[in-house]
């Protein structure tokens, strides 16, 4: 029942920006908290950053001062707003959250920084 469907991935060039949605079904979205992860080839899945059901957010800190989190409960929609992009930021970005004891991911959006 619970779905998550991730939006607004493309190539962009560096220094642009991007903003990546997250669309929430079969949750109490209002209470939840929501995570954005990423996942560059090869290398580790790693969380970009968090914002809690109060509103509270985090950040890793490569992401901290160009990405922003935000959250529209209306919409039960999870945004992730990059600016200043670098290639190293190229990756598959994953939405992500928990309910109970069961997580649950989205597919992914591609996301392409060139140089």
């Known amino acids: 029942q619970v779905q998550l469907v991730e939006s607004g991935g493309g190539l962009v060039q560096a220094g642009g920006s991007l903003r990546l949605s997250c669309a929430a079904s079969g949750i109490v979205f209002s209470i939840n908290s929501m995570y954005w992860y990423r996942q560059a080839p090869g290398k580790q899945r790693e969380l970009v950053a968090l914002?809690?059901?109060?509103?509270?957010?985090g950040y890793a800190d490569s992401a901290k001062g160009r990405f922003t989190i935000s959250r529209d409960n209306a919409k039960n929609t999870v945004y992730l707003q990059m600016n200043s992009l670098k290639p190293e930021d190229t990756a598959v970005y994953y939405c992500?959250?928990?309910?109970?004891?069961?997580?649950?991911w989205g597919r992914g959006t591609q996301v392409t920084v060139s140089s």
């Open positions: 992500h959250t928990r309910r109970g004891l069961s997580e649950y």
């Open positions: 914002i809690s059901g109060a509103g509270s957010t």
